[in-house]
Nanobody, 112 residues
């Protein structure tokens, strides 16, 4: 079945960077649109970044444009989210997914 497993979250100071990873399985990875969402406390789930086949077109939420980069490794069924210039408002659980399925997420906390 379709599965996603996120990793790479943690505690980082404002201005710092993190790279999240997501291992996918159970579907044709290279042909699928894939997303990173985040769930902040008390807020609705927000689409952060999306990558679309076949040419890997990317889309970003206005709040992360210029700071976050989504990428994929089709040979290894891996999805990534490189995050830079992190701010406290970036805190939340980050989930990867596609095909109406999501992982359990990885916690990112930005705090001094």
């Amino acid at each position: 079945q379709v599965q996603f497993v996120e990793s790479g979250g943690g505690l980082v100071q404002p201005g710092g960077s993190l790279k999240l990873a997501c291992k996918a399985s159970g579907f044709i990875f290279s042909r699928s649109t894939l997303d990173w969402y985040r769930q902040a406390p008390g807020k609705e789930r927000e689409l952060v970044a999306r990558i679309l086949p076949p040419g890997d077109t990317t889309h970003y939420a206005d709040s992360v444009k210029g700071r976050f980069t989504i990428s994929r490794d089709n040979a290894n069924n891996m999805l990534y989210l490189q995050m830079a210039s992190l701010q406290p408002e970036d805190t939340g659980v980050y989930l990867c997914g596609g095909l109406s399925t999501w992982g359990h997420g990885t916690q990112v906390t930005v705090s001094s």
